[in-house]
């Protein structure tokens, strides 16, 4: 048994024992579904209750996007989430967009900006400590918009290098730990910069990397960077939209599961990563559906004839070929052996698929397909 000692009044460790006793940790890891199947796949099961993400990508690549359609997520199974926009550009349209609104106004979603670390470190303070409060989830978009406390006192003429480097490398720790003692899982949103190695020092090096600095590469448990590809376009007429781009997924860190697995989604504007281009492009990928020329086949015998008309295939054929690629898996889609995914209880067992165990929409479809 700890003694306690007589000028500092703690306790003194003596044993085996006792360090367990104050220092043991034993948290088995659950995961909670992001609503993209493919980025639970990268992951290694989802997003990790008390553990802490960094998402990075140049600008338009989709941060915000797919930081949207987890938080829906998590509100849709019942569990609270805070969202902390440092560059105060989250309005109501697009919380009405992306499916957020309803939960800001029933409680589920707390809507929060902050301006700098210090700020920052007072909110999460409270966030990790108030159990009454519930938080399970907490987003931070962007921590790269986040001023240094120490600009407030100085001008951008006398500020000197590495200031806001130096606070990231105190504050990040800091608050990944109360966040993990509280099992708050948090998703940390980063800009893209320039990669001062391109050119003579390196001329292979990528032309971009993570800001942040080391810390912002060191302390999260998983990093995930996205990547642009060509745009999505849709002609009518002489009229030609872009209704979206591919996007390249990819956990260049992951305590999870295995590091730099990419993946390629479509990400529509105004919706996020599609669940029905995701399934069909699986459903391609690992030959379930045959292309020859411009005709697609499935293997239950239903032709397409051009990718317009892939895409816009009934519910009832979407939905079978996501139910066959769970089956036979060709979709690893939260599948990591032994590790749990959350359900909550609070989840009421008619919104769920028989089949599937999918999360119903009110339609009576699978969300988000």
């Not at 998402?55 to 989709?62: E, F, I, Q």
């Amino acid at each position: 048994m700890a003694k306690k000692s007589e000028k500092s009044g703690k306790s003194e460790l003596t044993s085996l024992a006792d360090v367990l006793n104050e220092y043991g940790i034993d948290r088995p890891t659950t995961f909670v579904d992001t609503g993209i199947d493919t980025l639970n796949d990268i992951l290694g099961g989802g997003i990790a209750r008390g553990s802490s993400y960094a998402m990075w990508g140049v600008a338009g690549c989709g941060k915000s996007t797919i930081a949207a359609q987890t938080l829906r997520s998590f509100c849709r199974q019942g569990l609270k989430c805070v969202l902390v926009d440092t560059e105060r550009a989250w309005n109501d349209l697009q919380l009405q967009s992306f499916g957020l609104w309803e939960y800001k106004e029933s409680g589920l979603l707390i809507h929060l900006t902050v301006r700098d670390y210090a700020q920052l470190e007072d909110v999460c303070k409270v966030i990790s400590s108030d159990q009454d409060a519930g938080i399970s989830f907490a987003v931070f978009d962007s921590m790269s918009e986040l001023e240094a406390y120490a600009d407030k006192t100085l001008t951008g003429k006398d500020c000197p290098p590495g200031v806001k480097a130096g606070e990231r490398c105190f504050f990040l720790p800091r608050i990944k730990n109360w966040f993990a003692d509280a099992d708050i899982a948090s998703l940390w949103l980063f800009h893209a910069r320039a990669n001062l190695q391109m050119g003579v020092p390196n001329p292979y090096a990528s032309k971009d990397r993570q800001d942040g600095g080391y810390a912002a590469l060191h302390v999260p448990d998983a990093i995930i960077k996205l990547s642009v590809g060509f745009k999505l376009k849709e002609k009518e007429g002489d009229t030609e939209e872009v209704y979206g781009v591919e996007l390249f997924m990819e956990a260049t860190k992951n305590k999870f599961s295995k590091p730099f697995r990419q993946k390629k989604v479509k990400l529509i504007f105004g919706q996020g990563v599609s669940k029905r281009y995701a399934t069909i492009d699986e459903a391609v990928a690992s030959g379930v559906i045959r292309k020859s020329g411009a005709s697609y086949s499935l293997q239950w015998g239903e032709k397409f004839f051009g990718v317009k008309k892939l895409y816009a295939m009934e519910h009832t054929t979407l939905k079978r070929l996501y139910e066959y690629l769970r089956t036979n898996g060709a979709s690893e889609v939260g599948t990591s052996p032994g590790i749990p995914v959350y359900v909550d209880p609070a989840v009421n067992p008619s919104d769920l698929d028989p089949e599937t165990g999918e999360l119903l929409s009110p339609e009576g479809s699978i969300s988000n397909l």
